[in-house]
Structure formats: structure tokens, C-alpha cells
């Protein structure tokens, strides 16, 4: 193998290809004798030649050692100094530095480069006009140079770029950016600074600049420049409102450890004051995980009466008089003790009923609060109209047959939360604790009986009302019979009931004739339930066999060449006797349990088609035989599924009491719900109700939905319900027309356009409409938003840079 310190190999081939066109071979070998044999007494090992000591002084800090190559090598006063001159490469492993001729002085291990000097170190890149790298150290300075930090895809141009250990660089009067080209869509321009790979920027006298013009300035900056968490502060967050003023939200973030961290938040509102917040996050593993974060305002305005509220919260009869307002919420997923025992927390505790709907944007709001528990619980927050937040901890363990769940509800009432009404008054249930224990279908030894059951014992307390216990045991017997044309389960219960109470006490509003001399009463209930099932399909062949045969002709053909059609009917019966309960106290709905005599069958319609498409094998060649050169890609897709649901009431057909007001309609609506999918860009999802009394469509719901990619996405929906005052079923339906459209369509050159629009055609008015449009770069996101409500305009510019972890944003 050539030798990488001894260039005259290379003068060697030179000279035998240009000695090669004028001499004949013989003459060749003659000429070029002499140098064969300098070359082989100059690479022949032997002590202290140039080769061994420069591996010696350059292998000192790592086992690779370093090797030179250039167009020529020399040693100077006693092999102290080595110049290199013409293609310099000295090379460690993957780490290498290229120069146009270069000077190394053994003592200080230092290396002087000049003329295109490019050095690529751990997947970093130096390049620049001169350098002084210390190839012990590893470190060093480039001038008028531009470094590549490839982790974090950073560029850094500047007059002075210098490599200062390991993983930090220093530079001064740089540009940085994350963009690629010569002319990045911005900068920041820095005095001063240095920066980490895989961790922090610090930059003094930062202007930020958009091409090459400066638009914002600070006398310090320090930012994140990779992927991994690391504490500091994040990105603040602009925005004004008529409502809220000028604000400034400023969030710190700290990275506690590998499995928790918190961020603190200022928000600065010039009409409401300064709202403080917290928030922190732990997560062990998939199966343990928590947020938690509050919030806390001293509100410069109140409302001690509703007319002054703002128009959006009045007519509900309450005010705002509190001027410390909060909201304190959080979820957790996780174990008690041992796995088997999971574990669940909602928190949600707020000052009072308009706290959510003023504070729902930004980083603390409530949009983006339910958004994000949403996607890391699968539940989120109660709505942000409700006047009741729910509070809940709960635990819970399967066996094989049994189950366990132990709960505490809370339910905070708003309207009795902020002097509206008299806290004692509050006649809010609350389920202090519940326990539940059920024990799942098993068949009964050899018998073809199956047993299931399900208990719960429950302590209802609140402020004002009748409070108590209620323990109630529910066992079902069923006796499944399965036969050639399907399934037939017949099952009874019995629902056993028994009520402990510790209070009573009547609160206007909630019926209870309970005898107050009784503390405790009791409840039987039997019901009966008959259900059938069964399944029938049919295959239709389309014939078209002949288009797919794998063939060259056949090549790009895809058809459809099967179709399945499944029918699935089920009809259920189920019937509970009448039983009287207005003795008993009323806690929930489950204490008031009507009789009933009613029918209902479901009909299930799946439409499955298979599709083949012949298609020539990757990599096959035209001499193999067409079985083997081609092929038939099989897919299924359910392109449409139908269901019909209706019931017929027994109870209804032999009303006699409100005859004169309302008739008799045993019959339900027929529900008919269609998703309709035949190719994966687009889909049709309706739900309708028909009356066979009023032979009409009672209400539906309509949503189509298309997207194509590199094009956009679109819907169009509309939401129908008639006005229905005869019905005793719904006696105060009014009529609602609602029309939903939007879409996103991408334009040329990274741009592009969406738009949301929902309005009312009864009221004709627009409930809310939003514009956007945006572009999406390289190294940076771009997005304008006008939003509009009947409530609320609002504009809102986002900006987000590569390599800048959050979002700039500016709402108006």
C-alpha cells in the first residue's frame, strides 16, 4: 500500500504517464529504475524517520493514529518542524483537516493552515482562508472562516470562528442561521458569542436580520440549538386584545431531569395585571405520567354586578366580584404501589365562571390546555362553558373474573364559588367515595348458564339536601344458544337497591318524597333482556380476471374483482316491570328507574370490495418468465358501511294520559348512519333520523372530507334538526341549520392558504370564520391567522425558525 507520507509515489506515476507517450516500454523501465529504488529506501522502515514521529507526537491523546499526506513533505531544524506543501490531508479515523500547505511544530503540536482550509471534526466543518489548530488538544481558530455544526444544522459565518474544546465554538462579528445557500432568509449577527453542540447559543449584541437587514436588537440572547431538553428561558409570546391589553408572556423552563421538568410563566397584561404561573410534568414511563400547573391573576377589574360584565358573560344572572382569580388543574395516569394497580387523577379547580373563556389563549389557555391533555391522557377538560368542573381520583385492578374500581367525585359548582350564592346552598352532589366491584360473565361449572354481576357502594354528600349511602348488588343470568342460523341470548337481573341516609333535607328544585322518619329503605327490581344475533355475507365476482392476469399487456391495470356485502341484524327486547320508587331518596337517575317494554333492532351493512393490481417485480429481468417477472397486489377496503337502528315502545302504544296534547308514537325515528370511503382521499360520514309519523328527516348531520397530497385537504358539513313541538319525546326541539366549510390548499413555492367557516343560515349570522395563509421554508414556518367570532377579532402572526425550539407569536 502507498504510503501517505512519501509523495514521490505520486511524482512517480506522473512521470512513468508522461515518460510513457515519448518512450518505448524497455526505455520506460530504465528511466524510472532510479526512482523505484529512492522510493523504496525512503518508505523502508527504519528509527526516527519522519513517518514514525509524526505518529508518535500526533497519537499522543487518541489510539488512531494521525497521517499526512501531501504533494510534498518536509523536515526542518532537526525534525522539530514539518511543512507540507500542494493537497495537504492529515486524517484521524473520520476526523480530517485539508489545507493548501500547512506547518506542524513538534513541540507545541500545533498546526498552521493556509489557502482553502477545511476541517471535519465529529461531523462538524470549519472552513476558512487560514487556521491554528492544535491537533493534541483538538482545538483552534479559523479566520474568515463559516463552521457547520451537523447535529443541529447550524451554520456560523464570522471573521474569527475558534474551536474551544470538545463540543463548544466561539466566534466573533458572525451571522448565524439554520438556511441553507449563500443569502439565508435570516440571521443573527453577533458582535461576540459562542455556541454548544447539543446545547446553548449565547450571542452578545444580537441583531436579528431578515436577508441582510437587521430588524430587532438586544444586548444579550442565549437560545437552544438542539433537540435535547435543557433548562432556560423560552421564546416570549406577544399579544394584544381590547379585553386584556398589551401582554408579554415570558415562560422559564427547567429541565429538572431526564423524567420531569417544570416551566414557570410571567403574563403581563396592561388592563388585568401580572398572572403568574406554574407547571410540571413527570413522566417514569408509559404507565406513569402526570401534569400539573396553575395559575394565578390579582385582577385589576371586577364586575360586582352582571351589567359590568363584559356583553359575552351576562344573561346567566351571576357576576364576577373577585379580584384573585386562578385556575389550578392537572392529570395523572399511574399505579399505586404495584402495576396491577392503576391509578387515575383529574384536577380542575378555577376561581370563577368566566376565568376559562377570557384566559383561552397562549401558552396557558384554556384551547391549548385541553388540547394537550387530550393528547397525552385521552381525556380532556370539561368544557370551557360549564358552570361544573369535575375532580376525580380513581383506582382500579382486574383479576381474570373480577374487577375493581374506588373513586372520589367532586364536582365544583361555579354559580355558588364566588358569593353568587350562598355556598350552604349548594345542593351539588358529590360522590364521596364510590366502590365498585364486578365480577365479568363466566359460565357456570358444566351448564350452559352464564353469571355475571356488577356492585357498588356510593356515599352522596353536599351542602344542601338529603345525603346517604346507597349499596346496590345487580346479578344477571344468561343462557346463550347458538345454532346454525346465529345467536339467542335470553338473560335476566335483578337490581337490589338499599339506602342508608344521614340527612334529610328538601331542596327546591329536586323531587323527593322520602319519609323522614325512615333512615333506611330498599329497592327489587327485576328486568328481562332477549337478544338475537346473527350474520349473513354474499361474494359477488366481477368477472374481470382476464385484466389482472399477470402479464406485460396487463401492467398498471387495477380493478376491482370481488365484492363482499356482510348483513349483521340484531334485535334486542327488553322489559322491566313497573315498581314504585318515589319513596325511596334521589341521588341519580339510577334511583328513578321507569318501567319499560321496548323493542329495537340494528341492521348492519359492510361492503368490503377486493381490488388487484398487476405490477412488474422490482429488479427482474426481461428473460425470466412473465410468473416470474410479474405479479398481482391483493387489497380489501370496507369502501361502505350502512346502519339502521329503530325501536318500537309497548309502553308508548297504551299511553292514555296527555292523549289530547300528544299522540301516540310508539314507533322511534329511524337512524340511519353511512360511511362511505371508496379510495383513501376521501370520505362521506352521515347521520340521519327520519319520522315514519311526520315523513320526514327529523334532524342529520352531513361531513365530507377529501385531501390529496402535495395539493390540500377540504370539508364540507352541515348540521340539520326540524322544529318538533308534538312529539312527547321532544317537545321543545327547535330548528337549527348549520353550515361548515373549510380547507387547506397549498400554492406554489412553499405557500399556502386555509380557511374555516361556520355559520348560522337560520339566524344568518357567522358564528366564525378564520383566514390563514402561510409559508413553509426551509428554515422557517410562517403563518397569518384572522380569526372572528360573534365575541371576539383577533390577528395572530407565528413565526417559527429551525433551530429555535418555540414559536414567536404576535395576536391582536
Given amino acids: 500500500m502507498m504510503n501517505p507520507l512519501h509523495p514521490p509515489f505520486r511524482a512517480l506515476v506522473h512521470a512513468l504517464r508522461f515518460r510513457s507517450t515519448a518512450l518505448p516500454v524497455r526505455s520506460n523501465l530504465l528511466w524510472a529504475l532510479p526512482w523505484i529504488l529512492l522510493c523504496l529506501l525512503l518508505v523502508w522502515p527504519r528509527p526516527g524517520n519522519a513517518q514514525s514521529m509524526l505518529q508518535q507526537d500526533f497519537s499522543m491523546d487518541s489510539e488512531l493514529p494521525w497521517t499526512l499526506e501531501a504533494d510534498r513533505v518536509e523536515s526542518l531544524q532537526a525534525e522539530q518542524i514539518f511543512e507540507a506543501q500542494g493537497n495537504v490531508l492529515i486524517r484521524q479515523g473520520p476526523n480530517l483537516i485539508q489545507a493548501d500547505t500547512a506547518r506542524y511544530f513538534r513541540e507545541t503540536g500545533f498546526a498552521l493552515l493556509n489557502g482553502n482550509v477545511r476541517i471535519e471534526w465529529d461531523g462538524d466543518i470549519l472552513v476558512g482562508e487560514q487556521a491554528d489548530f492544535d491537533l493534541l488538544n483538538n482545538v483552534g481558530w479559523v ?15 464570522g471573521e474569527l470562528l475558534e474551536k474551544r474544546c470538545e463540543q463548544t465554538y466561539a466566534f466573533r ?90 416551566t414557570f410563566y410571567v403574563n403581563m397584561m396592561s388592563k388585568r ?97 385541553h388540547n394537550n391533555m387530550l393528547r397525552d391522557f385521552g381525556r380532556g377538560m370539561n368544557n370551557i362553558d360549564s358552570l361544573y368542573r369535575n375532580n376525580a381520583v380513581e383506582v382500579s385492578r382486574n383479576w ?82 347458538t345454532t346454525g342460523f346465529g345467536t339467542l341470548t335470553p338473560s335476566a337481573g335483578w337490581r337490589q337497591t338499599l339506602y342508608a341516609i344521614d340527612k334529610h333535607q328538601q331542596v327546591r328544585g329536586i323531587p323527593d318524597n322520602v319519609d323522614e322518619s325512615k333512615d333506611f329503605s330498599e329497592r327489587g327490581l327485576p328486568d ?24 406485460l399487456d396487463n401492467v398498471g391495470n387495477a380493478h376491482w374483482t370481488r365484492m363482499k356485502h356482510t348483513i349483521q341484524p340484531e334485535l334486542t327486547y327488553s322489559y322491566i316491570p313497573h315498581v314504585d320508587q318515589d319513596e325511596n331518596p334521589l341521588f341519580t337517575r339510577d334511583d328513578r328507574i321507569n318501567k319499560r317494554n321496548l323493542l329495537s333492532y340494528t341492521l348492519h351493512n359492510i361492503f368490503n370490495r377486493r381490488m388487484d393490481q398487476v405490477e412488474r417485480r422490482a429488479g427482474t429481468e426481461d428473460t425470466l418468465l412473465a410468473e416470474d417477472m410479474f405479479r398481482v397486489r391483493t387489497t ?33 325515528d329511524i337512524r340511519t348512519d353511512m360511511v362511505f370511503s371508496p379510495g383513501k382521499y376521501i370520505d362521506l360520514i352521515t347521520r340521519s333520523w327520519y319520522s315514519p309519523y311526520m315523513n320526514t328527516i327529523t334532524q342529520h348531520e352531513h361531513m365530507l372530507q377529501g385531501s390529496y397530497p402535495g395539493l390540500g385537504s377540504a370539508y364540507f358539513g352541515f348540521d340539520f334538526r326540524s322544529e318538533v313541538t308534538d312529539d312527547i319525546w321532544r317537545q321543545n326541539q327547535e330548528k337549527r341549520e348549520i353550515l361548515r366549510v373549510g380547507g387547506l390548499v397549498n400554492l406554489p413555492r412553499g405557500w399556502f392558504a386555509r380557511a374555516d367557516f361556520k355559520r348560522d343560515l337560520l339566524a344568518k349570522e357567522d358564528l366564525e370564520k378564520l383566514f390563514g395563509i402561510g409559508f413553509t421554508h426551509q428554515c422557517y414556518f410562517l403563518d397569518f391567522l384572522f380569526s372572528q367570532t360573534q365575541d371576539e377579532d383577533r390577528f395572530e402572526l407565528r413565526i417559527s425558525l429551525k433551530g429555535l425550539e418555540d414559536m414567536l407569536g404576535l395576536g391582536l
Avoid at 360473565?441 to 339536601?465: C, D, H, M, N
Avoid at 380489501?636 to 302504544?653: G, H, K, P, T, W
Fill in 173 to 262: 462579528e458572525a451571522h448565524l442561521t439554520t438556511c441553507d445557500g449563500p443569502v439565508p432568509a435570516w440571521s443573527i449577527k453577533s458582535s461576540e458569542g459562542e455556541v454548544t453542540t447539543g446545547g446553548y447559543a449565547q450571542m452578545w449584541h444580537p441583531r436579528f436580520q431578515i436577508k441582510d437587514t437587521p430588524v430587532l436588537y438586544s444586548p444579550y440572547m442565549i437560545f437552544p440549538v438542539k433537540t435535547e431538553r435543557q433548562s432556560g428561558f423560552l421564546i416570549p409570546e406577544p399579544s394584544f386584545s381590547s379585553r386584556l391589553g398589551a401582554g408579554l408572556s415570558l415562560p422559564y423552563y427547567w429541565a429538572i431531569d431526564e423524567e420531569q421538568d417544570a
Fill in 143 to 157: 479566520t474568515d472562516g463559516e463552521m457547520f455544526l451537523a447535529q443541529d444544522h447550524v451554520y456560523i459565518r
Fill in 528 to 551: 328481562f333482556r332477549l337478544d338475537a344475533f346473527t350474520s349473513l355475507f354474499n361474494i359477488y365476482d366481477f368477472e374481470k380476471q382476464e385484466q389482472v392476469t399477470p402479464t
Fill in 273 to 369: 395585571g401580572v398572572m403568574t404561573g406554574m407547571e410540571y410534568r413527570h413522566f417514569t414511563n408509559l404507565d406513569s405520567k402526570g401534569v400539573w400547573q396553575a395559575d394565578w391573576l390579582l385582577d385589576s377589574k371586577t364586575a360586582p354586578t352582571e351589567a359590568d360584565e363584559d356583553p359575552q358573560f351576562r344573561g346567566d344572572g351571576l357576576n364576577r366580584p373577585n379580584e384573585h382569580r386562578y385556575w389550578i388543574r392537572g392529570k395523572y395516569d399511574g399505579y399505586l404501589g404495584d402495576p396491577l394497580w392503576r391509578t387515575k387523577l383529574d384536577l380542575d379547580m378555577v376561581s370563577d365562571q368566566n376565568y376559562l373563556r377570557e384566559f383561552k389563549h397562549g401558552y396557558t389557555g384554556y384551547t391549548r390546555v
Fill in 400 to 481: 381474570s373474573q373480577v374487577g375493581f374500581r374506588g373513586a372520589m367525585h367532586y364536582s365544583q359548582a361555579l354559580q355558588y364559588w364566588t358569593d353568587n350564592n350562598p355556598s350552604n346552598e349548594n345542593p351539588t352532589l358529590q360522590r364521596l367515595p364510590e366502590l365498585n366491584l364486578d365480577f365479568y360473565k363466566t359460565r357456570i361449572g358444566e351448564t350452559p348458564f352464564e353469571l355475571e354481576a356488577r356492585t357498588q357502594a356510593v356515599y352522596f354528600w353536599r351542602e344542601k339536601g338529603t345525603t346517604g349511602a346507597r349499596a346496590e348488588v345487580y346479578p344477571r343470568l344468561s343462557l346463550p344458544w
Fill in 636 to 668: 380489501y377496503r370496507d369502501f361502505l358501511r350502512v346502519r339502521f337502528d329503530q325501536a318500537y315502545d309497548f309502553e308508548e302504544a297504551n299511553r292514555d294520559d296527555n292523549l289530547d296534547t300528544y299522540e301516540r308514537r310508539p314507533f322511534s
